[in-house]
């Protein structure tokens, strides 16, 4: 391979190789960003934003919090499946041409920037910042003798008993410590003399990693970080010995769950086993603080099989993500965002019969500018409703307290046929969704597992009603999940309907889930594994075929990764034909644009801002007669074929325009939260040019959701009605 075929694109130093619009050259690997590459160029977007003074303060310890969480999930995931196919010694490379050896020495180099920067902005401007806000976090010996005291009186009752020391020696081996745990590695010497000794110090989990002082009136808030607070009293743990050195560390280990489908008897036992073990996977990164000693990183490394490259020396807290409860301290209201409360759909008004709308026209929700209350609410109404005679519904991720589990059991109770496929293997959910599989089997539901080799990403509900005419199906697909709390944060669709077609093929994809039926192939619906690229593939190929004919061509997307290879060689074939190509991709994205001859017409940009932007969305210009999808897929191989996904049309003429002309414009014409991807795969942040507004979409649908919150209530003031709800003792008009 070439040399320059393996540069590192995040250093900017890559040639990209221009096919002169030959679809040969189009799988150059030069053209192709590195997938880990492009996600720690995600992450550090999400470091920009905790990085921008004119965000709130709190909300930029927010984004250092999310940059955290992020690079945990990483290295548990992705990090630990390249070392793995380094030990193994696979000679695989992926499209941009690095081995698993080469990749993994880029991530380390980027990695390392991006945390030096990290705590290099928590230390010179978030910590003096919060002290002059009157939030301070203090170190132990710093607290005056009041607070001091406080704190031993704190460790003495609520932290020391639940302390065991755990010696480190030929007759204890060394600890099987938990992922993502905190500890204290102490050295001793014995009065007598002899050999050093060791022991492990776990920090207990249930215990606030940062603990607020009492405080008085008009005080300062005052923090210390509970392994600070145990360091300073630890020589308690160690009678009749002399302590040489007491040092914070932190293991991340591999959290990928491995089931052999095929061999497992029972799924949900399986992956119960797994989660125990996947706490305990291998080691992939030793985070240490920067003052620990050589000799203690050492013997660390070897404790945990790792090497001097996986180790993170940091100067500051071993993990952001403690730093929580600032983030949810009401006490610092005026530190944060202004709160923001999504609006209703006036199409959908509260205490409305959803039936009775839903029978008349199709309702599409942007969430969380408008609620997912009323998607709680349909369920809760079918549950109750006497009309209901089954529901069916996929589960990939919900809430804790989840008050749509709560219905489902409640329509079962209420002698409906209930069927709920649920996705046990929802990365880092598994546990939750194992919960509720249980709950739901107890109250009588048909509980499906899923399909083996595939998870069940569609997000999709049925509810079958006996109308006063007949029997009549009522859906609603989305590009999110079940869930209420995230719904709040995450941008997404909901689309509801009762069309008839649409309707019964939902139906078809349940059955296909359920049952032992093939796939039939399906109108309206593209479903992966089964038809969802080849037909994403044909309709590039039509706008190709429009732009060849002088017809208008135009392809606008939204996703969260692109990673397919073999879509991102049809978009250089449709950009060599001259098909305009937008895409709004938040994280990864593997194909880089604006390359001559190849690439010249995609522009690819990134938003990152107060919400999570999560929504699927595909725009094809069709010669005019534009074709939009919702779905629940990304453009990645694993979307295509290795799980249950369904995108779905929007047909209904105004819903679409709304897509395509307010939508997604919005979007392609921020100038404050948007980020243009540049051919080396660095990303330059967009600003207004000239009298170019300040626009930003995310802001701007939160206003126009604030007007028509202002519009319902006044309204609501004026009529002076309350609408009649749903219940057991409503017949259908």
């Known amino acids: 391979m070439p040399e320059s075929k393996g540069q590192l694109a995040a250093e900017g130093s890559i040639v990209p190789f221009s096919a002169d619009c030959d679809p040969a050259g189009f799988s150059d690997p030069r053209n192709f960003i590195n997938r880990e590459l492009s996600w720690l160029e995600f992450n550090r977007r999400v470091l920009e934003e905790a990085e921008d003074p004119t965000q709130p303060l709190i909300e930029r310890v927010k984004f250092l919090t999310i940059f955290s969480s992020n690079l945990d999930e990483f290295f548990e995931i992705r990090v630990a499946g390249i070392k793995q196919q380094i030990a193994s010694e696979t000679s695989e490379v992926g499209p941009d041409g690095l081995s698993p050896t080469q990749t993994f020495e880029s991530i380390e180099r980027v990695v390392r920037d991006l945390v030096a920067k990290q705590y290099a902005l928590w230390n010179t401007e978030l910590v003096p910042a919060l002290a002059s806000n009157g939030i301070r976090i203090q170190e132990i010996a710093d607290l005056n003798a009041k607070r001091a005291a406080w704190a031993k009186k704190y460790f003495e009752d609520e932290v020391f008993p639940m302390l065991t020391p755990l010696a480190v020696d030929a007759s204890h081996p060394f600890p099987q410590l938990l992922n993502r745990s905190h500890n204290l590695f102490v050295r001793a010497k014995a009065r007598r003399g002899g050999e050093p000794l060791h022991a492990i110090v776990q920090v207990p989990r249930v215990v606030p990693r940062l603990i607020p002082l009492p405080r008085g009136k008009d005080e300062p808030w005052t923090y210390i970080y509970l392994a600070s607070l145990i360091r300073h009293h630890i020589a308690a743990l160690f009678p009749g010995v002399i302590l040489d050195g007491v040092h914070a560390f932190r293991v991340t280990r591999n959290s990928d769950l491995y089931i052999e489908e095929e061999e497992a008897e029972n799924l949900l036992r399986s992956i119960e086993q797994e989660l125990r073990r996947s706490s305990r996977g291998n080691a992939v990164r030793l985070e240490v603080e920067k003052d620990c000693p050589r000799d203690f990183r050492e013997l660390l490394l070897e404790f945990f099989d790792l090497s001097d490259k996986d180790v993170y020396k940091l100067d500051g807290p071993l993990s952001m993500t403690h730093l929580a409860p600032l983030i949810v301290n009401d006490a610092f209201a005026n530190l944060k965002d202004r709160p923001f409360q999504p609006a209703r759909d006036p199409a959908w008004p509260q205490h409305a ?3 009775e709308v839903l029978r008349h026209q199709d309702i599409l929700l942007h969430h969380p500018y408008e609620s997912f209350d009323p998607i709680v609410e349909l369920i ?7 009309q209901v005679v089954a529901i069916k519904m996929t589960l990939y991720r919900t809430s804790g307290y989840s008050p749509i589990v709560e219905a489902l059991v409640n329509a079962t109770n209420a002698g409906k046929q209930v069927t709920a496929i649920i996705e046990l293997r929802a990365r880092f959910d598994e546990a939750v969704n194992i919960q509720w599989a249980r709950t739901l089997e107890e109250a009588g539901a048909h509980v499906i597992y899923g399909v083996v080799g595939l998870k069940i990403h569609c997000k999709a509900l049925l509810i079958v009603r006996r109308d006063s005419d007949r029997l009549r199906n009522y859906v609603h697909l989305g590009t ?3 869930h209420p709390r995230t719904a709040r944060g995450y941008t997404d669709f909901s689309f509801l309907t009762s069309d008839p077609e649409l309707t ?24 992966a594994p089964f038809d969802l690229k080849p037909r994403l593939l044909a309709l590039i190929d039509r706008e190709i075929a429009h732009a060849r004919a002088g017809k208008p061509a135009r392809i606008t997307a939204k996703f969260n ?3 397919d290879r073999e879509i991102i060689e049809k978009l250089y074939e449709a950009s060599c034909a001259e098909v305009t ?4 991709v938040r994280g990864i994205c593997c194909l880089r644009p604006k390359i001559p001859k190849m690439s010249e017409n995609i522009r690819v940009i990134s938003i990152v801002g107060r919400f999570l932007e999560h929504s699927r969305v595909y725009c094809f210009e069709n010669a005019g007669a534009p074709e939009v999808f919702l779905s629940s897929a990304d ?3 694993r979307n295509f074929l290795r799980r249950i996904e369904v995108a779905f049309p ?6 679409r325009d709304r897509v395509v002309h307010q939508i997604l414009p919005n979007f392609l014409n921020d100038r404050v939260k948007s980020r243009e991807l540049q051919p080396d795969g660095t990303y330059r942040r967009l600003k207004p040019e000239g009298n170019e507004p300040r626009a930003q979409a995310q802001w701007h649908f939160r206003e126009r959701s604030r007007e028509q919150t202002k519009k319902q209530s006044k309204a609501k003031k004026e009529a002076g009605i309350r609408l009649t709800p749903i219940t057991e003792a409503t017949v259908d008009q």
């Open 635 to 637: 453009w990645m191989p």
């Open 504 to 527: 019964e093929e939902v139906g078809i994809v349940f059955n296909t889930l359920t049952g032992l039926a093939d796939y039939p192939g399906l109108k309206k619906l593209l479903v």
């Open 480 to 482: 999110g999940n079940y």
């Open 380 to 386: 809760e109404t079918a549950a109750l409703d006497p």
């Open 353 to 355: 019969n959803v039936f």
């Open 581 to 584: 190509i937008d895409l709004i």
């Open 561 to 563: 990764s692109l990673v």
């Open 650 to 655: 929007i047909t209904d003429p105004t819903l």
